[in-house]
T-cell receptor, first 114, second 113 residues
Framework: AQSVSQHNHHVILSEAASLELGCNYS??????LFWYVQYPGQHLQLLLK??????LVKGIKGFEAEFIKSKFSFNLRKPSVQWSDTAEYFC????????????FGGGTRLMVKP | EPEVTQTPSHQVTQMGQEVILRCVPI?????FYWYRQILGQKVEFLVS????????KSEIFDDQFSVERPDGSNFTLKIRSTKLEDSAMYFC???????????FGPGTRLTVL
């Protein structure tokens, strides 16, 4: 079975600080990887995704993530956060071999102080 | 930009009552999903639906749950006899390609008293 873990439950940063949110998954086969964001009072929105190819993926709003297959990781990064990045961030995985269901991590709540 | 919509945004019900949560997926999408998130816990997969039948379901999706696509636009989740532990945020999602990005609705917060 697939599982996803996000190591940081709560992160507090000041504006302009750099961000890295960890995500590790366990599954032996080929996976598709996603980062979703949920802004306060809004629905889950896709930040970025990895299916194949270049392991460094660029998403919206200056976010990027790097797939490191050997570490089963897909960490999310942003060089300089803004107050408007305050949200909850979810890493998710699905696999063509294990159905199309998304398996989510527990989420990381990010607060950016102005 | 097309969106997944869900109604109601908040539903309060008494234990033992039936509830129906409604979703309108994006119109050209073919795969539909329900997820739930109990307060403070992970988003969990419940069920996926394709070609008018369930394609996958989790252990959570027991006989109390059912899904239906009653017409060309709606996708519903029915909980037959609600329990306190069914209180959660329920998200509907859809996509066009099975393994592709899933588009989520805003959720329905279900409170069972």
């Amino acid at each position: 079975a697939q599982s996803v873990s996000q190591h940081n439950h709560h992160v507090i940063l000041s504006e302009a600080a750099s961000l890295e949110l960890g995500c590790n998954y366990s599954y032996g086969g080929t996976v598709n990887l996603f980062w979703y964001v949920q802004y306060p009072g809004q629905h889950l929105q896709l930040l970025l995704k990895y299916f194949s190819g270049d392991p460094l993926v660029k998403g919206i709003k200056g976010f990027e993530a790097e797939f490191i297959k050997s570490k089963f990781s897909f960490n999310l990064r942003k060089p300089s956060v803004q107050w408007s990045d305050t949200a909850e961030y979810f890493c998710a995985v699905n696999s063509n071999n294990a159905g199309n269901m998304l398996t989510f991590g527990g989420g990381t709540r990010l607060m950016v102080k102005p | 930009e097309p969106e997944v919509t869900q109604t109601p945004s908040h539903q309060v019900t008494q234990m033992g009552q039936e509830v129906i949560l409604r979703c309108v997926p994006i119109s050209n999408h073919l795969y539909f999903y329900w997820y739930r998130q109990i307060l403070g816990q992970k988003v969990e997969f419940l069920v996926s639906f394709y070609n008018n039948e369930i394609s996958e379901k989790s252990e959570i999706f027991d006989d109390q749950f059912s899904v239906e696509r009653p017409d060309g636009s709606n996708f519903t989740l029915k909980i037959r006899s609600t329990k306190l532990e069914d209180s959660a945020m329920y998200f509907c999602a859809s996509n066009q390609i099975a393994s592709g990005e899933q588009f989520f609705g805003p959720g329905t917060r279900l409170t069972v008293l």
